[in-house]
């Protein structure tokens, strides 16, 4: 379950930061020792807006936990996506939400890029 948008970070105009990335798997055989195949996750950063909110819970808590917590990173497709919370759990205090985010996953949503108009054939 994705976060709400009044819930997504926001920059300093309240508008929604927005985290794009492009996807891209990788597989190459590797002599008698078998298959390697990668993922890369990039940011683009032309189209991505605000503060890297991404980066930073990366340089928190490291890559390893952060790649575990992205719930469809194997599933997708190779592509361009926006990374969004999902999964969030607040932190309660004698029994009264007090707001602050306890836990939360990752997701990939799909992002549409803009194509430039087709040009018709003469």
């Known amino acids: 379950m994705s976060v709400p948008l009044d819930l997504a970070p926001k920059n300093e105009t309240g508008d929604p930061i927005l985290q794009v990335f492009r996807l891209r798997t990788t597989a190459f055989h590797c002599r008698k020792n078998g298959l390697i195949v990668t993922k890369s996750l990039r940011r683009l950063r032309r189209q991505s807006t605000g503060h890297h909110w991404f980066e930073e819970d990366v340089s928190n808590f490291g ?5 575990g917590r992205i ?15 999902c999964n969030a759990s607040y932190e309660y205090v004698e029994g009264y939400r007090t707001g602050y985010l306890d836990d939360y996953d990752y997701s990939l949503k799909p992002y549409p890029i ?9």
Request: aromatic fraction near 6%; charge should be negative; hydrophobic fraction near 35%.
């Open 63 to 67: 890559e390893a936990e952060v790649a």
């Open 71 to 85: 719930q469809n990173l194997y599933t997708v497709p190779d592509g361009v996506y926006t990374i969004e919370i």
């Open 114 to 122: 803009p194509c430039p108009p087709v040009q018709p054939l003469p």
